[in-house]
């Protein structure tokens, strides 16, 4: 068990380009969260994947961002045409059903838009 | 919507001091999970402890203890013995039980959080 990973772990990119970000969850894990975390801020809530069924989306910031995982194991999350307010962490979390839900973070992407 | 709120920006201990995080929500649902989590300085966010709301016994990890007042809708975290390591941001998050969400699985809604130092 190594851990939710993440990659890249930066990313500078110019306005309205698009980016991709992928996470890695636990292995046995089913279920995996993405947050955007802004300075300042604590983690804020944008969609989550039980297997590969993508459960809840409504949160996700615009109809810009879009996460997929096709196999049930890795994730995706992409932002399209990106603006300066898209920099942040983007945090991805993982955790296993019926284990009361403790969700384990991993490490982040942080995106920057010049 | 449930909202948590941290009023403590930041916070300063002498090590091997206690310290005592606040932290309150707002819900209208009688059962819930309460976690508190660490985020040390470029580096992943850890759970440190966490509490369900239908069980009237604080959690405790070690030197981690938190004081649940589920009428006053509070849930303090106590840090004992602190040490340089406990130095980062310390967030307090809720999360719903399943049968509020529909069935489904919830996010977590976080505080701002409160950025503990250690004096040596």
């Known amino acids: 068990d190594t851990g939710v990973s993440q990659d890249p772990r930066h990313k500078i990119t110019k306005r309205g380009q698009n980016v991709t970000f992928r996470c890695d969850p636990i292995?046995?894990?089913?279920?995996l969260y993405w947050y955007r975390q802004t300075l300042g801020q604590g983690p804020e809530f944008l969609t989550y994947?039980?297997?590969?069924?993508?459960?809840?989306k409504s949160r996700l910031l615009s109809d810009r961002f879009s996460a997929e995982r096709p196999k049930g194991s890795f994730s995706t999350l992409e932002i399209q045409r990106t603006e300066q307010g898209d920099s942040a962490m983007y945090l991805c979390?993982?955790?296993?059903?019926?284990?009361?839900?403790?969700?384990?973070f991993g490490p982040g992407t942080r995106l920057l838009v010049l | 919507a449930q909202t948590v709120t941290q009023s403590q920006p930041e916070m300063s201990v002498q090590e091997a001091e206690t310290v005592t995080l606040s932290c309150t929500y707002d819900t209208s649902e009688s059962d819930y999970y309460l976690f508190w989590y660490k985020q040390p300085p470029s580096r992943q966010m850890i759970l440190v402890i966490r509490q369900e709301a239908y069980k009237q016994q604080n959690a405790t990890e070690n030197r981690f203890s938190v004081n649940f007042q589920k009428a006053a809708k509070s849930f303090s975290l106590k840090i004992s013995d602190s040490q340089l390591g406990d130095a980062a941001m310390y967030f307090c998050?809720?999360?719903?039980?399943?049968?509020?969400?529909?069935?489904?699985?919830?996010?977590?809604?976080f505080g701002k959080g409160t950025h503990l130092i250690i004096q040596p």
């Open positions: 292995s046995e894990h089913n279920r």
């Open positions: 994947f039980q297997n590969e069924a993508q459960l809840e």
């Open positions: 998050a809720y999360r719903r039980l399943e049968e509020y969400s529909g069935g489904g699985a919830d996010g977590l809604t």
């Open positions: 979390a993982s955790s296993l059903l019926g284990w009361g839900e403790t969700q384990y």
